[in-house]
């Protein structure tokens, strides 16, 4: 199976600083995920990195996990998350998983 993260930023692309409380990206990130018709779960990370200026930022962001979605579908989403969340670009990284369920009744 294929386990694919999208990474976006909650930096404001024009502000370079986050416009709205942590838990308002994370309700629309919820919204999209469920227009998409796909299962999820994300984590909430905090990182740095360096503009091509050289200059660092901090940055809070969202990683949505994803396993076995459709790779258009990731990408579509990935578009519509960039233009909602005003980045510059969103992050996705795709690796094989082996996973499997296992349950159990009582």
Known sequence: ???TKIYIGLNDADLKTQKFETT???SL???VCMSYHLPFSFSIAEGGYFH???TYTQE???IL???DADRS???EM???LCVFFNQESILITETEVNSYFIRESL
């Open 1 to 3: 199976m294929l386990e």
């Open 24 to 26: 308002r990206y994370t």
């Open 29 to 31: 990130l919820k919204r």
């Open 52 to 54: 091509d200026d050289g």
């Open 60 to 62: 809070t962001s969202l």
């Open 65 to 67: 996990s994803l396993i």
């Open 73 to 75: 579908t990731v990408e």
């Open 78 to 80: 990935a578009k519509d």
